[in-house]
C-alpha cells in the first residue's frame, strides 16, 4: 500500500499520460473551412464516384465521402445540402464571354419572327445609342417566313442619319444603313476578300458577310476601359446565375483599342473583382506579343492558344464547303484565308508550343485545316489542338481527328437550332457528317461542349438538353434529330466539365470534384442525371461557388 507522499507522484504522471493522449487526438481533428453534407455529390472523377459530403479548405476541395466521414472534420461552417445536387462548376468550352458582356447593352433582335418585326424593335429602342450608333444583334432570317436576306432601304428611310449596325446572330453577317456604309467608305467599287458585299441592281443591299463586316467593324467607335470593366463584370453575373465558373473566350480581339482585352481580365482577376476562370484564345493578330512573353497561367487566367477563322457561317451560307449548296447553285461559301496563309500560321504556333483552335463549319474548311493539322502535329499526341465548330465533317476525315489527337470542340444546341433549315442548305446525305457529336466524341472519347453565347443562348444545360435529347425545348422533333448522335448523360456532363477542362490544359486544377482542385461547384435543385428529358431545361441552379466561395444564391 502507498503512502500520501508516494501515491501523489503516481496520480500526476497518470493524469499527464491522460492529457498527451487527449492533446494527440485532438491534434489528429483535421480542420476545414467548411463542410457540405446531406447531398448527391457527382465527383466526375475517372470513376464517375457519387458521394453524400465533402470538405473545403484554402479554396480547394480536402476531401469527399459519406457524412459520417466528413463530419469528422473541425470546421464553423456546416452547410446542409438538403438533399440536393452537386456537380462540378460548369463550363463554356467555345464562348465570347466578353462580347456578351459588350452586347448586352444592344438591341436584342432574337426571336424576332419578320424583318419588319425587327424594324418596331429598333424604332422602339432608337435612342438607345453606343457611341452614337444603333447597334442591334440577333436576327434569323431563317425564323423568318420570308427567308430571304433584308436589304437597307427601310433603314436608311427611318434612320437617315445615325449609324444603324445590325449583327446576324451568328455573328458572320450584318445589315447596316447607307450611313454606316459611308462612314466605313465601301461603295460599288469595294473589294473584300474572305467575305461579301452584297450587290443587287446595281445598288448596295447593305448587307456583309464575314470579311465585309470587318471593313465596318473598323470604324466602329471603341469603347472605354470602365466600360470594357463594365461588360466583364455583367458577363460574369449572368454566368454564375446559370452555374458557369469557367469558360474559353473563343477569340478575344483588341479592335481599336490601346490595350489588351486579356491584361484587363487579369487585372481584374488579380484584384478579385473578376472571379469567373477565363482560357483565353488569343487573337492571331496578338502573336507577336505571345511569341515573346510566352504562354500565361495563374489560377484564374490561361493564355495559351490562338483563334484562326477559317471559314463562315453555314446560316449565311458562308461556311465553305466541298460541293455546292444545295439552295444556291454554284455557291460553295468561302474560306477566310488561303490555305498558304493558314498553314505559316499553323506552322508558327506550333513552333511556340501554342494550341491552335481552329473554326471550320464547312466539310472542305475541316478538311483543309485537319490536312495541315497533321502536318505540324501527328508527332505531337499532347498538342491538344482543337476544330472549333466541326459542324459539317465529311465522313472520310474522321480519321484525322482519331490519327492526331484532335479535339473536336462543339455546340450541342447548334443542331436543334439548325435543323429546321440544315439539310435545305446542305442536302440528306451530307447530314450524316452534320452536328455529329457521338461520331466525333467516339474519335478520341472526348468532346468539348460550348454554346457560342451570345450566338446562343447563355444557359449551359440547353446544350446539355440538346446534346442527350436532341430535340428543341417544345419537344420536336419527336424521335430527337440525328438520334444516333446523341449523347449520353455522363458523357454529356462530362463535356461540359471534365472534357472542357482537359482542352484547355486545366484538367488537373478544375472540372471534377477531386481532392486538391478548386472548389467549383454548382447545386442544382433537380437531378440532371436521372430526371426526366422534358425538364432537363428547365432545371433551376440553387448557388454556384468558385473557391468555396458562393458567387451566386438563387433567390438573394
Same mark, same amino acid.
Given at each position: 500500500?502507498?503512502?500520501?507522499?508516494?501515491?501523489?507522484?503516481?496520480?500526476?504522471?497518470?493524469?499527464?499520460?491522460?492529457?498527451?493522449?487527449?492533446?494527440?487526438?485532438?491534434?489528429?481533428?483535421?480542420?476545414?473551412?467548411?463542410?457540405?453534407?446531406?447531398?448527391?455529390?457527382?465527383?466526375?472523377?475517372?470513376?464517375?464516384?457519387?458521394?453524400?459530403?465533402?470538405?473545403?479548405?484554402?479554396?480547394?476541395?480536402?476531401?469527399?465521402?459519406?457524412?459520417?466521414?466528413?463530419?469528422?472534420?473541425?470546421?464553423?461552417?456546416?452547410?446542409?445540402?438538403?438533399?440536393?445536387?452537386?456537380?462540378?462548376?460548369?463550363?463554356?468550352?467555345?464562348?465570347?464571354?466578353?462580347?456578351?458582356?459588350?452586347?448586352?447593352?444592344?438591341?436584342?433582335?432574337?426571336?424576332?419572327?419578320?424583318?419588319?418585326?425587327?424594324?418596331?424593335?429598333?424604332?422602339?429602342?432608337?435612342?438607345?445609342?453606343?457611341?452614337?450608333?444603333?447597334?442591334?444583334?440577333?436576327?434569323?432570317?431563317?425564323?423568318?417566313?420570308?427567308?430571304?436576306?433584308?436589304?437597307?432601304?427601310?433603314?436608311?428611310?427611318?434612320?437617315?442619319?445615325?449609324?444603324?449596325?445590325?449583327?446576324?446572330?451568328?455573328?458572320?453577317?450584318?445589315?447596316?444603313?447607307?450611313?454606316?456604309?459611308?462612314?466605313?467608305?465601301?461603295?460599288?467599287?469595294?473589294?473584300?476578300?474572305?467575305?461579301?458585299?452584297?450587290?443587287?441592281?446595281?445598288?448596295?443591299?447593305?448587307?456583309?458577310?464575314?470579311?465585309?463586316?470587318?471593313?465596318?467593324?473598323?470604324?466602329?467607335?471603341?469603347?472605354?476601359?470602365?466600360?470594357?470593366?463594365?461588360?466583364?463584370?455583367?458577363?460574369?453575373?449572368?454566368?454564375?446565375?446559370?452555374?458557369?465558373?469557367?469558360?474559353?473566350?473563343?477569340?478575344?480581339?483588341?479592335?481599336?483599342?490601346?490595350?489588351?482585352?486579356?491584361?484587363?481580365?487579369?487585372?481584374?482577376?488579380?484584384?478579385?473583382?473578376?472571379?469567373?476562370?477565363?482560357?483565353?484564345?488569343?487573337?492571331?493578330?496578338?502573336?507577336?506579343?505571345?511569341?515573346?512573353?510566352?504562354?500565361?497561367?495563374?489560377?484564374?487566367?490561361?493564355?495559351?492558344?490562338?483563334?484562326?477563322?477559317?471559314? +463562315? #457561317?453555314?446560316?449565311?451560307? *458562308? @461556311?465553305?464547303? =466541298? &460541293?455546292?449548296?444545295?439552295? /444556291?447553285?454554284?455557291?460553295?461559301?468561302?474560306?477566310?484565308?488561303?490555305?498558304?496563309?493558314?498553314?505559316?500560321?499553323?506552322?508558327?504556333?506550333?513552333?511556340?508550343?501554342?494550341?491552335?483552335?481552329?473554326?471550320?463549319?464547312?466539310?472542305?474548311?475541316?478538311?483543309?485545316?485537319?490536312?495541315?493539322?497533321?502536318?505540324?502535329?501527328?508527332?505531337?499526341?499532347?498538342?491538344?489542338?482543337?476544330?472549333?465548330?466541326?459542324?459539317?465533317?465529311?465522313?472520310?476525315?474522321?480519321?484525322?481527328?482519331?490519327?492526331?489527337?484532335?479535339?473536336?470542340?462543339?455546340?450541342?444546341?447548334?443542331?436543334?437550332?439548325?435543323?429546321?433549315?440544315?439539310?435545305?442548305?446542305? +442536302? #440528306?446525305?451530307?447530314?450524316? *457528317? @452534320?452536328?455529329? =457529336? &457521338?461520331?466525333?466524341?467516339? /474519335?478520341?472519347?472526348?468532346?468539348?461542349?460550348?454554346?457560342?453565347?451570345?450566338?446562343?443562348?447563355?444557359?449551359?444545360?440547353?446544350?446539355?438538353?440538346?446534346?442527350?435529347?436532341?430535340?428543341?425545348?417544345?419537344?420536336?422533333?419527336?424521335?430527337?434529330?440525328?438520334?444516333?448522335?446523341?449523347?449520353?448523360?455522363?458523357?454529356?456532363?462530362?463535356?461540359?466539365?471534365?472534357?472542357?477542362?482537359?482542352?484547355?490544359?486545366?484538367?488537373?486544377?478544375?472540372?471534377?470534384?477531386?481532392?486538391?482542385?478548386?472548389?467549383?461547384?454548382?447545386?442544382?435543385?433537380?437531378?440532371?442525371?436521372?430526371?426526366?428529358?422534358?425538364?432537363?431545361?428547365?432545371?433551376?441552379?440553387? #448557388?454556384?461557388?468558385?473557391? *468555396?466561395?458562393?458567387?451566386?444564391?438563387?433567390?438573394?
Amino acid at each position: 500500500m502507498l503512502h500520501k507522499n508516494q501515491a501523489q507522484p503516481v496520480y500526476l504522471l497518470i493524469y499527464f499520460a491522460f492529457f498527451l493522449l487527449a492533446s494527440s487526438c485532438q491534434s489528429k481533428v483535421q480542420k476545414a473551412d467548411a463542410i457540405y453534407y446531406n447531398g448527391i455529390v457527382y465527383s466526375v472523377d475517372s470513376a464517375f464516384s457519387k458521394f453524400s459530403a465533402f470538405a473545403v479548405r484554402d479554396g480547394k476541395i480536402l476531401e469527399l465521402g459519406t457524412d459520417e466521414k466528413i463530419m469528422e472534420y473541425e470546421t464553423q461552417n456546416k452547410i446542409d445540402l438538403k438533399g440536393k445536387f452537386v456537380y462540378p462548376g460548369f463550363q463554356d468550352a467555345h464562348c465570347h464571354f466578353y462580347g456578351y458582356g459588350t452586347d448586352l447593352k444592344k438591341i436584342w433582335l432574337i426571336g424576332t419572327k419578320s424583318f419588319e418585326d425587327v424594324l418596331d424593335t429598333l424604332s422602339e429602342h432608337k435612342g438607345q445609342l453606343i457611341g452614337g450608333w444603333i447597334f442591334g444583334r440577333g436576327w434569323d432570317q431563317n425564323d423568318w417566313d420570308n427567308k430571304v436576306y433584308p436589304d437597307n432601304e427601310l433603314l436608311n428611310t427611318l434612320f437617315p442619319e445615325t449609324p444603324v449596325f445590325l449583327l446576324r446572330i451568328d455573328g458572320h453577317a450584318a445589315l447596316v444603313n447607307q450611313v454606316a456604309l459611308d462612314r466605313a467608305g465601301i461603295n460599288m467599287n469595294t473589294a473584300v476578300s474572305g467575305g461579301q458585299i452584297e450587290k443587287k441592281n446595281g445598288k448596295l443591299t447593305g448587307l456583309l458577310i464575314d470579311g465585309a463586316v470587318d471593313l465596318v467593324y473598323n470604324v466602329i467607335p471603341a469603347i472605354s476601359r470602365t466600360e470594357q470593366k463594365a461588360a466583364l463584370m455583367n458577363a460574369q453575373s449572368r454566368c454564375f446565375e446559370v452555374g458557369l465558373t469557367s469558360v474559353t473566350d473563343a477569340g478575344i480581339e483588341n479592335t481599336g483599342l490601346k490595350w489588351s482585352v486579356i491584361s484587363l481580365i487579369d487585372s481584374l482577376q488579380q484584384k478579385n473583382e473578376l472571379l469567373m476562370r477565363v482560357n483565353a484564345m488569343a487573337a492571331i493578330e496578338e502573336m507577336v506579343r505571345y511569341q515573346t512573353k510566352g504562354k500565361y497561367k495563374t489560377d484564374y487566367l490561361n493564355v495559351r492558344s490562338f483563334k484562326m477563322y477559317c471559314d +463562315g #457561317a453555314l446560316g449565311s451560307r *458562308g @461556311a465553305c464547303l =466541298l &460541293k455546292p449548296y444545295r439552295d /444556291q447553285k454554284d455557291h460553295y461559301g468561302f474560306m477566310i484565308h488561303p490555305a498558304t496563309y493558314l498553314d505559316s500560321i499553323a506552322s508558327e504556333i506550333a513552333s511556340i508550343g501554342f494550341q491552335l483552335n481552329s473554326h471550320c463549319i464547312g466539310d472542305s474548311a475541316n478538311r483543309v485545316m485537319l490536312k495541315i493539322y497533321e502536318k505540324y502535329i501527328g508527332a505531337k499526341p499532347d498538342a491538344r489542338w482543337r476544330i472549333e465548330h466541326a459542324q459539317v465533317v465529311s465522313p472520310d476525315d474522321y480519321i484525322y481527328y482519331k490519327r492526331n489527337h484532335i479535339i473536336p470542340s462543339m455546340q450541342p444546341v447548334h443542331a436543334t437550332s439548325d435543323m429546321y433549315w440544315a439539310e435545305d442548305r446542305i +442536302g #440528306a446525305e451530307r447530314m450524316k *457528317g @452534320a452536328y455529329a =457529336l &457521338k461520331d466525333l466524341m467516339m /474519335q478520341n472519347g472526348i468532346l468539348a461542349a460550348g454554346s457560342d453565347f451570345p450566338v446562343e443562348y447563355i444557359n449551359p444545360l440547353f446544350g446539355f438538353y440538346a446534346a442527350v435529347v436532341r430535340k428543341d425545348q417544345k419537344g420536336f422533333p419527336e424521335n430527337g434529330f440525328s438520334i444516333e448522335n446523341a449523347l449520353t448523360r455522363e458523357e454529356a456532363l462530362k463535356a461540359m466539365t471534365i472534357w472542357t477542362s482537359y482542352a484547355a490544359f486545366t484538367e488537373n486544377e478544375t472540372g471534377s470534384l477531386e481532392p486538391g482542385k478548386f472548389a467549383d461547384f454548382v447545386i442544382l435543385e433537380e437531378d440532371i442525371l436521372t430526371i426526366g428529358e422534358e425538364k432537363l431545361w428547365q432545371v433551376k441552379v440553387i #448557388a454556384t461557388y468558385i473557391n *468555396g466561395k458562393k458567387v451566386f444564391q438563387r433567390g438573394e
